[in-house]
């Protein structure tokens, strides 16, 4: 049975009409609760150098994906006015930066506080 809506209906429900819409949402809950068909979550993510594997909580191999590589590029210390991009990496005292906002260098703390650079290594 179709649950009735009171605004389809254009009016207030009947007892019987409540009653049916209960009873069949009781029924399909109960179906979900025994049917077996519901969602599989992740059971376990691994990691083998760039292969990543999923495995389900029922056993499903949701499948082996490569990991994209990241190759930083080193640009040495930090200067102002130097466009940098994402992945580029500065020394900034002892300290090691990675941009991950493409912009023009400025003032470091600025540009720091606006979100363009990362800390790796802090000294």
């Known amino acids: 049975m179709p ?3 009171r605004r389809d209906k254009g009016g207030p429900l009947t007892i019987e009409e409540v009653d049916g819409n209960f009873a069949d949402l009781d029924r399909r809950l109960r179906l979900l609760e025994t049917d077996g068909t519901q969602a599989e979550g992740i059971a376990r993510i691994h990691q083998e ?3 990543l594997e999923i495995t389900g909580t ?3 191999a949701f499948g082996r994906f490569r990991l994209p590589k990241v190759i930083p590029n080193p640009k040495g210390a930090w200067k102002t006015d130097t466009p940098y991009t994402i992945l580029d990496w ?8 990675a941009c991950v906002l493409p912009h023009r260098s400025g003032v470091f703390a600025d540009d720091l506080r606006a979100g363009s650079w990362k800390i790796l290594v802090e000294s």
Not at 90 to 97: A, F, I
Request: proline share 0%; hydrophobic share 35%; no cysteine.
């Open 3 to 5: 649950i009735i809506y």
């Open 49 to 51: 150098g760039e292969i």
């Open 58 to 60: 029922r056993g499903t």
């Open 90 to 97: 500065v020394q900034v005292g002892r300290s090691l930066y």
